[in-house]
């Protein structure tokens, strides 16, 4: 029954996509396009849609300034926090699904807390802290605390992955014999890659997003490339500089578009996995 | 899980949250009772001033040097002050004085005026509305927006929704600061938007220098980064939905309306709440487009303020009586949901 108000609010419906799409998309579309002009074009007093493009703006970022050295930072800072924070969380993360007594949910609460902790609080306290032990300005401080800060986060995750993994399926492991970790190793570790790639996204998204811990922890060539971009800031920056810092953010968004594309149904998954169950 | 296997399992985790978390907690707690300075001491120093023709003069003064250990380097001086930087960073005497008698500026008349003028002149206090502001304000906005593209895209063809869904995730996931970079970008002087409105005849606005347009335009981005989130959740919420009540609905009559109000809208009430929890935390720690518009001249936020005074004003005590304030802060806007899950404990056990 295609009555004449149902048409209407179909049109209206794809109106207001159509409008949310332009709305999430365009900021980004702009800011590719810009970061191939001269500052000329890129800002001129009449917007065009064409104009010379180059790679100049990226050639000066990632060679002059030094960005593939942010780029290689960034690298192992990621990838190490991943890797140690997947660790550490899935036993955690497992322990808190098959655990039954109170310990399991004060640890779950603390967490919680720890979670909702504006980060410049703990970094306030490392300053001082890092600089008196030594330890200023290396790959190893920015690693363990951003494991760390992940932690609240991904154990909460993890624990609702295996709640969903049934409890029969290790019990079973334990009442043939096994050890808790014989039986983790053995019957669980080959069936929680799923939830574990879910949450290695999000550890890398926190990692890899973050700007205010590494651009306080590490300096000079020790910064990663989000923290970088706080060179390209402020408003007595030359145009050119400006356009660097454009083309240095594009870069920085290249790599999270790819996971988008690859990893879209993961991401999804995740986020509502740790919303309905959590 | 026998508590033993549970421990040793959960071990490492939290080791880790315990010296990266709650030791530095225990520290910034210890930074705001003390007060360091650098040791000085008050030495003679002679220069040989010229004078005219080569000749020089012998000059003495009496200046302060700080004083160097073994090593070179300074030496500081901890001293204990209780809750002195506390109540600086709170300014908790200027706010009992404005509320006994608000002075407010030349334009206010009325208490409550004078009163939210006096308060905000205070750095934390100004820092801390603005906060508040940016959390009740997005939190309904993206809770109206994410439903309405929730059943937007629940309403259109299998094909689109992937689509849709891409485009509406990039908000939320591209880095804070790119994304309010780009944001940046397309409001500064002479950027598309500013000129594309002096072109429509609308005049030229400094949209960055404004304390309405900036506050504004930092809350719009708030819903465009968060509403995404929001519609991620709810959409999924409508995938479960059962169809039966829907139906039901239907054949009663009810129009579209009263089905997203009686049917819908109850079946997602626990997912609009755990969406509301977690964007008021998100929110109150909102940073980056504050650092990226260079705006706390207008619009603070405490997270920015106390990432002000440790970055730029090097005072970590400073710091870390804010942090304090901001931690008393998160516990007050927790203090809902850790009564909500600890009645769901009582009753479990």
């Given at each position: 029954m295609k009555t004449r108000s149902s048409l209407l609010f179909q049109s209206l419906t794809g109106t207001g996509l159509t409008a949310w799409v332009v709305i999430a998309v365009f900021p980004f579309f702009w800011m590719f396009l810009i970061s191939f002009r001269a500052p000329v074009d890129a800002f001129s007093s009449t917007p065009t849609f064409f104009a010379p493009m180059s790679l100049e703006n990226f050639r000066h970022i990632w060679i002059e300034d030094g960005f593939w050295r942010f780029a290689i930072n960034t690298t192992i800072v990621t990838v190490a926090t991943i890797a140690i924070s997947l660790t550490i969380g899935c036993l955690a993360g497992y322990a808190l699904a098959r655990y039954r007594g109170s310990l399991g949910f004060w640890l779950l609460v603390a967490a919680l807390v720890f979670r909702a902790l504006p980060h410049v609080v703990l970094l306030t306290a490392y300053k001082p802290a890092f600089y008196e032990l030594g330890i200023w300005s290396r790959y190893e401080t920015l690693i363990v605390v951003l494991v760390a800060i992940n932690q609240p986060f991904t154990i909460w995750m993890l624990r609702a992955f295996f709640i969903s993994i049934p409890r029969e399926l290790d019990e079973a492991a334990l009442i043939d014999g096994c050890s808790r970790w014989k039986a983790f190793r053995l019957v669980i570790v080959p069936v929680m890659w799923p939830g574990v790639i879910t949450a290695g996204l999000f550890s890398f998204l926190l990692a890899y997003n973050d700007f205010l811990i590494a651009s306080q922890l590490m300096n000079g060539e020790m910064t990663t490339m989000t923290a970088s971009l706080g060179n390209y800031m402020g408003q007595n920056k030359s145009m050119e500089r400006l356009m660097h810092g454009i083309a240095g953010a594009v870069s920085v968004t290249i790599p999270i578009i790819l996971l988008i594309f690859i990893f879209q149904r993961q991401i999804v998954a995740g986020m509502t996995a740790g919303a309905v169950k959590g | 899980m026998k508590t033993r296997s549970f421990l040793a399992f959960v071990a490492p985790s939290v080791a880790s949250m315990l010296i990266l978390i709650a030791l530095p907690l225990v520290?910034?707690?210890?930074?705001?009772?003390?007060?360091?300075?650098?040791k000085t001491?008050?030495?003679?120093l002679t220069t040989e001033i010229p004078l005219v023709g080569g000749l020089t003069r012998k000059q003495t003064r009496v200046v302060p040097?700080?004083?160097?250990?073994?090593?070179g380097m300074p030496i500081q001086i901890w001293e204990y002050v209780g809750g002195r930087n506390l109540a600086k960073a709170g300014e908790f005497k200027g706010i009992a004085k404005a509320i006994g008698n608000p002075r407010g500026g030349s334009e206010e008349k009325g208490y409550l005026s004078r009163l939210y003028r006096d308060i905000t002149n205070f750095e934390f206090w100004a820092a801390l509305e603005f906060t508040l502001l940016y959390t009740f304000l997005t939190t309904p906005a993206i809770l109206i927006v994410g439903l309405a593209l929730a059943l937007a895209v629940n309403s259109v063809s299998k094909r689109l929704r992937g689509t849709l869904v891409f485009a509406t995730l990039l908000p939320m996931i591209v880095t804070p600061v790119v994304s309010s970079l780009a944001i940046y970008w397309l409001f500064m002087d002479n950027a598309i938007i500013t000129n594309f409105i002096e072109y429509l005849g609308f005049g030229k606005f400094y949209f960055l220098a404004d304390k309405i347009t900036i506050r504004t335009l930092i809350i719009l981005?708030?819903?465009?980064?968060?509403?995404?989130?929001?519609f991620i959740i709810l959409y999924a919420g409508l995938q479960t939905m059962p169809r039966d009540p829907l139906e039901s609905a239907m054949i009663d009559g009810a129009n579209k309306w009263q089905r997203l109000r009686y049917v819908i809208i109850p079946h997602l009430g626990p997912l609009l709440t755990v969406i509301t929890l977690i964007h008021v935390m998100d929110a109150y720690r909102v940073f980056e487009p504050i650092l990226v518009f260079n705006a706390d001249v207008f619009a603070n936020s405490v997270q920015y303020l106390t990432y002000f005074a440790l970055a730029f004003q090097d005072n970590i005590h400073k710091a870390a009586a804010y942090s304090i304030l901001t931690i008393v802060g998160v516990i007050i806007l927790l203090i809902p949901v850790l009564r909500k899950s600890f009645r769901e404990y009582r009753i479990k056990t």
């Open positions: - | 520290g910034v707690a210890y930074l705001s009772l003390h007060q360091s300075r650098v001491e008050l030495v003679e040097q700080s004083v160097l250990d073994e090593d981005y708030g819903v465009w980064f968060a509403a995404p989130f929001a």
